[in-house]
């Protein structure tokens, strides 16, 4: 179904970012590791150019460039999230 893979890979960044929020995990996570998961994102043929998921997604990955607490980005990392669950429902 399209948008699947779209949703799995946020969600996996999002559980990324998460980790760092929370503190919890045995090896530090790092922005680069983050921003590459929300490049991964971006890679996917199935996210329309000009789309809000694709702004989110980019906000995400200057927010993590720019050194934004891990709240932050997961929180524009969720409306990405909501945005292709819009997209995908014909709203």
Known sequence: ????AAAE?????????????DGAG????????IAEAIRDCLELTEIEQGSNVRKYLGEALDATS?????????????????ALGESRSGA
């Open 1 to 4: 179904m399209a948008g699947r």
């Open 9 to 21: 890979r946020i969600r996996k960044a999002i559980a990324l970012v998460n980790e760092v929020a």
């Open 26 to 33: 045995d090896e530090e996570i790092t922005p680069t590791e």
């Open 66 to 82: 720019d050194g934004m607490p891990a709240d932050f980005v997961a929180m524009t990392l969720y409306a990405a999230l909501g």
